[in-house]
């Protein structure tokens, strides 16, 4: 991995370098910087004064790919080349959005269910990573153009409920945009960064951050405690946003003119003209009471007042999430300390009065909504240029990760709500006589039988010299880097052999999951406790009767038949009861397979010890 000259210690990087900061929206994507002479974050902008470019690739005849404003123009036109909501597919496979297919106008493969969606443009198939790059060196060649030098290095914000497959995802469009990206932030942290909550290191904050942009909803509740930020909870609709007040504005419309859903459908053009002229009714009346204007040769009005009772149903929809976030976090109302505004959607005044209502305080609405997350990269991308030395900004790990060990059990390595980068390695030994190899298997989740987790990886390490059972030494070692991705190394440390991987799972959870994951642990921890006390005393027995199996065929010569006799029934006894039953019944079957063979054991070893001295002796003349 190419992190040439960052210290993920300090955060210091060799000065002089321009990191920008970027905001990779569903919707809208943009740039910022620190401002090299106020030091302040600003959105960087063409000379027609756009900050935002629109998240929409168009491809055209020959091969040649729009993106932004001019590949927005084709929406209408030609739907099945002009692709937009990228972001809702990267890490994505195509069962993870069978059910939303309708939703895009453009071809979304589906002949492997299991693996990462590809989409179909022309002739072409690009996959979402692809596609997110292409917005990406839009974004590179435009800072370039407007900075007047080289840009190289990133910081992009993903939603916090983005898994390892969707952060991966866009670290590999960054890649393939020819971006170093340093780091890949939260958005509600950036967003807090970009007011300066979280800056100091005393400050303990809870914060909520409202996230209200084209077309999805997030609401994120962090704690801020010594310049780390710890997602409490996530909630939100990931299919409701500003889109949805402009399609109910078309609605409004059409009732009022007698146009039916059908007449509508039909003429493309016509209900094209009609939502951009919603969207522009909505923006007006962000500011304005009224709003007049043409489509389709009739001239169409909206209040402020009529706007709001056709929102407001969708409010409260979000204000439900909010009180969700809460209560999943174990939080009043009262408990947050600041509230943030982020998404263009929140320039809606019956928005911001929601939402400032809820909470019973004010909301940050002081800087402009769709610019406050490129802001906070920005920040961001400052403090690992080394610029900004009080801070330290850490995430922490939303699942705990660890490796399968006997009987399926989950063997936890790095806990949840571990603060990353972090580093937690575990030695292992091998089970059996001369065995060659060991199976690594990586989980993520929080219960303690790996079936019930989410397996992330698996590899073998091969090639361990004949040992007896239990000599090797393995050591297993998790590395989570800043980003959250995952390294897992195995060494077998008498011998030196090693194999390691990068974590990259083919296609992630939900938030849901996630959330359902933890929610399962919670649930299922009492039934979790006794299957793994089950599953160790089934493993303990397994272990002991190999041991007396080769003990008494070693040292036959020191036994009675009676004796082998005996010892062949309790290991066949215990083995019976490692089938079939309980774990107390289990542990009695050790009990007495112990109790029967520690007085060979004993003999054995006495013989053994008259043996050396015998030799003694002998040595003796
Ligand atoms: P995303 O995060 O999804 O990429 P943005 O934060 O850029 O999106 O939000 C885009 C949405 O904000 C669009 O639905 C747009 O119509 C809406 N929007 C932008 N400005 C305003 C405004 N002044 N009033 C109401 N809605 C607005
Ligand atoms: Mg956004």
Redesign the pocket.
């Given at each position: 991995m190419a992190k040439i000259g960052i210290n993920i210690a300090t955060g210091s990087l060799q000065k002089n370098e321009m990191i920008v900061g970027i905001d990779l929206?569903?919707?809208?994507?943009l740039v910022a910087i620190i401002h090299p002479d106020t030091g302040k974050p600003v959105v960087l902008k063409e000379h027609d004064g756009m900050s935002?470019v629109p998240?929409v690739v168009h491809f055209g005849d020959k091969g040649v790919v729009t993106v932004g404003t001019e590949a927005k123009k084709y929406l209408v036109t030609e739907p099945q080349h002009t692709i937009f909501s990228v972001k809702r597919l990267m890490g994505k496979s195509y069962n993870d959005v069978r059910e939303h297919t309708g939703f895009f106008s453009y071809k979304i493969i589906d002949d492997n269910t299991e693996s990462l969606v590809k989409i179909q443009a022309g002739e072409n198939f690009y996959s979402p990573v692809e596609l997110s790059s292409f917005i990406l060196k839009e974004l590179k060649t435009r800072a370039e153009h407007i900075l007047k030098t080289p840009v190289t290095k990133a910081v992009i914000t993903v939603p916090a409920y983005f898994n390892d497959a969707q952060r991966q995802a866009t670290r590999d469009a960054g890649k393939l945009a020819g971006l170093d990206v340093l780091r890949i932030v939260n958005e509600p942290t950036a967003a807090s960064l970009a007011y300066g909550l979280g800056l100091s290191r005393e400050e303990t904050k809870t914060i909520a951050v409202y996230?209200l942009?084209?077309?999805?909803f997030d609401i994120s509740l962090l704690r801020i405690n010594q310049g780390i930020f710890e997602v409490l909870s996530t909630n939100g609709d990931t299919y409701l946003?500003?889109?949805d007040?402009?399609r109910a504005i078309v609605n409004h419309w059409a009732a009022q003119t007698g146009l039916s859903a059908e007449e509508l459908a039909m003429h493309k053009r016509l209900s094209q003209e009609l939502r951009l002229l919603a969207?522009e009714a909505?923006?007006c009346l962000?500011r304005e009471e009224s709003f007049s204007g043409q489509a389709g040769g009739e001239t169409l009005t909206l209040t402020r007042g009529e706007l709001e009772t056709l929102i407001s149903p969708l409010v409260q929809k979000t204000i439900f999430s909010c009180s969700q976030a809460l209560s999943d976090a174990g939080l009043t109302a009262e408990a947050i300390d600041e509230v943030v505004m982020?998404?263009?959607?929140t320039?809606?005044p019956l928005v911001k009065q929601e939402v400032s209502r809820f909470f019973g305080k004010a909301v940050h609405d002081e800087l402009n909504?769709?610019e406050v997350v490129a802001l906070g990269a920005a920040v961001q991308a400052d403090v690992l240029a080394g610029n900004n030395k009080d801070v330290l900004l850490l995430d922490i790990t939303p699942l705990s990760l660890g490796i399968e060990t006997m009987g399926g059990l989950m063997d936890v390595l790095l806990p949840r709500n571990s603060k990353v980068p972090a580093k937690a390695g575990r030695q292992y030994t091998t089970q059996k006589d001369g065995q060659s190899g060991i199976r690594i298997a990586v989980y993520q989740g929080e219960r303690d039988l790996v079936k019930d987790n989410r397996k992330l990886a698996e590899f073998n390490l091969s090639g361990i010299p004949a040992m007896p059972a239990g000599l090797p030494k393995v050591e297993v070692s998790f590395l989570v880097n800043a980003d959250g991705i995952l390294t897992v190394r195995a060494k077998e440390l008498r011998s030196g052999i090693e194999q390691s991987i990068e974590v990259k799972p083919q296609y992630g959870l939900t938030d849901a999951e996630v959330e359902k994951m933890l929610l399962d642990s919670i649930t299922h921890a009492r039934e979790d406790i006794q299957v793994r006390a089950l599953v160790e005393a089934q493993t303990e027995a397994g272990q002991l009767m190999d041991t007396t199996r080769n003990f008494i065929q070693k040292n036959a010569a020191f036994l009675t038949p009676a004796e082998m006799e005996e010892t062949e029934k309790a290991i066949a006894a215990l083995q019976a009861l490692t089938a079939s039953g309980t774990k107390d019944e289990i542990q009695g079957g050790i009990e007495r397979l112990n109790e029967l063979s520690r007085p060979y054991a004993e003999r054995v070893m006495d013989q053994a010890i008259s043996q050396a001295m015998k030799g003694k002796n002998i040595m003796e003349p």
């Open positions: 929206g569903t919707t809208n994507s935002l998240s996230d942009g084209g077309g999805t946003g500003g889109d007040f402009d969207e909505k923006i962000s982020v998404g263009g959607s320039r809606v909504p769709d």
